[in-house]
């Protein structure tokens, strides 16, 4: 909220210092602007280290002269954030003013930067080139990484919010069919299973076609299958109340709905005997960790505090929700650290205190637990060892070790541990995102014990290698907030 908040100002801002004729100056600078001066450099790395790593990255003139969509944001976020390194973020307003002032693009570049708009996009171009080019050099073709999904073969580049079934044999997705979006499952690929198998889609419902699905929450909802694997659960809007939906995954229909009393439902997801529901709810802006009976529909708040709780999950007992929660203390711009809460006590504790965004924590199988963190610069899997009594034995990024050296961000996770340790997640790829598998040798067993090539007995992911890794994560210079200060002697009162 206070992020989007920020963005519509700035844009009141260039519309009352523009007077008029908006459409005439470029989306990516009125967007870039917007996005930069409310958020800073948040979110934009992750794109743009993606499109450059796979040299997809539009430059100025891309954006310029065949319009960029989404990129417009990103994008245009990148180029403020070189023009405040370069120049300071003050020549940000600089530029709008030269625009309005002179009603030309290429005279308001001359005027603001000392060159033409074409030599600023040269210098803009060599700047990303410079900053990504020992990410781009990173070399990961030796991880082991399953394709679940591929953009040319499914003629769209947006798999989302993968959930693997409780066997780790099917994942349900979150897609679009047509123009609606959807879910989606399918068979995993692996060891022994065919291509046609490997590529079987199952459409389970479309969103946005009745007042059940009425709403889509891609960045809010989560999917989790019941334990029974028969059913499935989401968060969206029915009949204009926020909802919890259970469908039966052969049919797709709608076996239960519940409505609790907040504003906005996140990461809904089972307990291990399907008895529970926890998820993050938002009530008057004010977020908390809830748990739900699944028979009576009661609820109850496992949190009370400022801070914004994530991605919370069941420990293999039942008897702990993990999840995510501000480090830092601050509720506005926070770190964010793994945190367990006892359901019969209450009592919470930190799991691990690390710099960046820890994330999405769920459990292997002897315990340890598995999340995602940008510690490193670049989002990925990693394991967290607890001994018998549930404890890290050093809470720190020394403990940790990962299970991904990706070279772009994974967005979301789900692990499986029935038979072994089993991971579906989706990252960012050459612009799109797509769902990836791995699997501990133990899940695929009767595979390696015919033909050999892994111990079958190994029901555990084994760690890699971050060497090499390079963090490209930038931050935003401070505004000089001296200039903008208002001096009351220059103030008249009439």
Known sequence: LRHVLAHEIVHAYQFDMLGGNYGAYPLRLMEGMAEYLSNGTQGMDSVVRDLMVYSRMPDLFDLQFAGGGYMNYPGGQSIMHFIAIRWGPERIGMLLREMAALRHLDKAFRSTFGM??????????????????????????????????FRYLDRNGFHYKPALSPDGRTVAFLTYRSIFPAIVIRRLPGPGISEDEQSEKRLLLRFLKSADYEEWQPFTTRLSFHPDGTRLLFGTRNRGSQALAVVNISDGSLERLYTPPVD????????????????????????????????????????????????????????????????????????MDLFRVDLQSGKIRRLLAMSGRQEMPSHGTDGSVLFISDHQGVRNLYRLPLDHTGKAGKASSENVEALTASNTDLLQIDVSSQRGESVVFSRREEGAIEIYRMAAPAVDAAFYR?????????????????AGLVSTELDSPPLDRKSTRLNSSHITIS
């Not at 015919?450 to 971050?466: F, I, K, M, N």
């Open 264 to 335: 906005v439902i996140s990461d809904p997801v089972y307990s291990p005997d399907g008895s529970l529901i926890a998820f993050v709810g938002s009530i008057r802006g004010r977020t908390e960790l809830f748990v739900m009976n699944v028979d009576s529909g009661s609820m109850r708040p496992l949190t009370d505090d400022l801070c914004r709780e994530s991605t919370p999950s069941f420990t293999p007992d039942g008897l702990f929700v993990d999840y995510a929660s501000c480090g830092n203390g601050d509720a506005i711009e926070p770190d």
């Open 116 to 149: 033409n708009f074409f030599e600023f996009g040269v210098e803009y171009r060599l700047h990303l080139e410079r900053t990504y080019a020992k990410a781009k050099a990173y070399d990961e073709a030796s991880l082991r990484y399953q394709k679940v999904s």
């Open 450 to 466: 015919h033909y050999g090539g892994a111990d079958p007995e190994e029901r555990r992911l084994p760690a890699v290698s971050t």
